[in-house]
């Protein structure tokens, strides 16, 4: 079992910047790739990008790209979701997730996730 917890959400005017952490606990953190997702209110739960388990390889939906960074520090258990330039339809509960075998883009892959943070960007 795998525990997730994120944090640093909040509201931010469009143009800036904010940086979710999600802390894993339970199980070898660096035993599993993470993802992360969010989910804005009436729509599916949507790929925002993710990372393997050394952290060697990132990538991104189009939307984010350029804009989003993600990283871990596997001593720390922790992956991060760094976020520049942020939209107005960015806003949403992001998730972080993770996956005991690659990683991928697809939510039902991932076997664990956290609670959720709320992202709001004002216009």
């Known amino acids: 079992q795998v525990q997730l917890v994120e944090s640093g959400g909040g509201l931010v005017q469009a143009g800036g910047s904010l940086r979710l952490s999600c802390v894993a606990s339970?199980?070898?953190?660096?035993?599993?790739?993470m993802g992360w997702f969010r989910q804005a209110p009436g729509k599916e739960r949507e790929f925002v990008g993710g990372i393997s388990r050394t952290g060697g390889s990132t990538y991104y939906t189009d939307s984010v790209k350029g804009r989003f960074t993600i990283s871990r520090d596997n001593a720390k258990n922790t992956v991060y979701l760094q976020m520049n330039s942020l939209k107005p339809e960015d806003t949403a509960v992001y998730y972080c997730a993770a996956d005991r075998l690659g990683g991928s883009q697809y939510a039902g892959d991932y076997d664990y996730w956290g609670q959720g943070t709320q992202v709001t960007v004002s216009s």
């Open positions: 339970g199980r070898t953190f660096s035993n599993y790739a």
